[in-house]
């Protein structure tokens, strides 16, 4: 058996999974590590900016909704691929009502931002359960240019 040599092998993707206490101050940590990922596949800074700021509001429906008893948790996952960034964001709370967004309304349901501002920062998104039950899972795809 013949080892491949590392340069030869093509990495498809990276994943990073980070999870932190749903409490407001740790949401700075999935920023942090948004930023590192960046190096890795540099982003432009308005581009980074832009998903900084989804992230913090898909962690924020997390922190806010998921646990009104107190402690819980919050998982992201960062895949890096060659042609797009996935992030997941995901709790095991009891989640929020997602209205879906009227584009012909004038006004915004109550906490319909931060999904307003996902939507527009990404090219896919998909809101819900987690596919094993209980909790919810924000998932946004960002293109990359090549």
Same mark, same amino acid.
């Given at each position: 058996?013949?080892?491949?040599?590392?340069?030869?092998?093509?990495?498809?993707?990276?994943?990073?999974?980070?999870?932190?206490?749903?409490?407001?101050?740790?949401?700075?940590?999935?920023?942090?590590?948004?930023?590192?990922?960046?190096?890795?596949?540099?982003?432009?800074?308005?581009?980074?900016?832009?998903?900084?700021?989804?992230?913090?509001?898909?962690?924020?429906?997390?922190?806010?909704?998921?646990?009104?008893?107190? =402690?819980?948790? $919050? &998982?992201?996952?960062?895949?890096?691929?060659?042609? @797009?960034? !996935?992030?997941?964001?995901?709790?095991? *709370? /009891?989640?929020?009502?997602?209205?879906?967004?009227?584009?012909?309304? =004038?006004?915004? $349901? &109550?906490?319909?931002?931060?999904?307003?501002?996902? @939507?527009? !920062?990404?090219?896919?998104?998909?809101? *819900? /359960?987690?596919?094993?039950?209980?909790?919810?899972?924000?998932?946004?795809?960002?293109?990359?240019?090549?």
């Amino acid at each position: 058996m013949t080892a491949a040599h590392p340069a030869s092998i093509k990495r498809e993707s990276r994943a990073v999974l980070l999870t932190i206490p749903a409490k407001a101050e740790y949401i700075t940590l999935g920023r942090l590590a948004l930023t590192g990922l960046s190096r890795l596949r540099p982003l432009d800074e308005e581009t980074l900016a832009d998903l900084k700021l989804a992230l913090t509001e898909a962690c924020s429906n997390s922190v806010r909704h998921a646990y009104p008893e107190g =402690d819980g948790k $919050v &998982e992201i996952r960062y895949e890096l691929h060659e042609d @797009r960034l !996935v992030i997941e964001v995901a709790d095991d *709370g /009891e989640g929020f009502e997602h209205e879906p967004v009227d584009e012909e309304a =004038d006004e915004l $349901v &109550e906490g319909g931002l931060g999904i307003a501002i996902i @939507r527009a !920062v990404a090219d896919e998104f998909e809101v *819900g /359960e987690k596919p094993e039950g209980g909790g919810s899972r924000l998932r946004f795809v960002k293109r990359l240019a090549g």
